[in-house]
């Protein structure tokens, strides 16, 4: 069985540009999660979907992230414009459903804003 | 809210010897989830284990195992027999049963774990 698929797995990029990052999760799986995951810390919860509605998005930034799930399957998540404080590991999880007790990470993507 | 607090920013332990990771959280709910999780220098979080509150018997995955106290909201994973490969971040996290937002997984800080040879 494939895992969590992320793309790409480093970007550098500027503060005020733009980036987007993409996930495909383990096939049949109904939920995605996207995480932030600062340097020292663990993961904090930026987004939840099901299928391809909106669960959870209490925290995402709304002024400067988005992200969407358009058919239910991949994810991307953006961020525009970027700030020094976005430098941050970005890890996409699945599940098979928001009951499911086990989530499946993957690889994450690290972004750097210089 | 829930939190999930790991005192230990760093162990280490030689190899094959136990070492035990500490993990404490904070919840008024009486059933929920708690799961220990792996992320090498690959990044990748990686299921260790997991345990259901409502059950008694603590969980056991080969050389991982977990003592978990209910009443002192306590949640410390074991390891015997340390390899290299153990060599990672570890996290403990916590979640809840219930819908919603709660579904969401809620991580510590992490601890470093070093293995010497």
């Known amino acids: 069985e494939a895992g969590v698929a992320q793309s790409p797995r480093y970007k550098i990029i500027e503060k005020r540009q733009s980036v987007a990052f993409w996930c495909n999760p383990i096939?049949?799986?109904?939920?995605l999660y996207w995480y932030q995951q600062i340097l020292g810390q663990g993961p904090k919860l930026l987004i939840q979907f099901q299928n391809n509605g909106v669960v959870d998005d209490s925290q995402l930034p709304k002024d400067r992230f988005s992200a969407e799930r358009l058919k239910g399957v991949d994810s991307t998540l953006k961020i525009q414009p970027a700030k020094l404080e976005d430098s941050a590991v970005y890890l996409c999880?699945?599940?098979?459903?928001?009951?499911?007790?086990?989530?499946?990470f993957g690889p994450g993507t690290r972004l750097t804003v210089l | 809210a829930q939190t999930v607090t790991q005192s230990q920013p760093e162990m280490s332990v030689q190899e094959a010897e136990t070492v035990t990771l500490s993990c404490t959280y904070d919840?008024?709910?009486?059933?929920?989830?708690l799961f220990w999780y792996k992320q090498p220098p690959s990044r990748q979080m990686i299921l260790v284990i997991r345990q259901e509150a409502y059950k008694q018997q603590n969980a056991t995955e080969n050389r991982f195992s977990v003592n978990f106290q209910k009443a002192a909201k306590s949640f410390s994973l074991k390891i015997s027999d340390s390899q290299l490969g153990d060599a990672a971040m570890y996290f403990c996290a916590y979640r809840s049963p219930s819908g919603g937002s709660n579904y969401k997984l809620t991580f510590g800080k992490g601890t470093l774990l070093t293995v010497n040879p």
């Open positions: 999880a699945s599940s098979l459903s928001p009951y499911s007790d086990t989530q499946y």
């Open positions: 096939s049949g799986h109904a939920t």
């Open positions: 919840t008024s709910e009486s059933d929920y989830y």
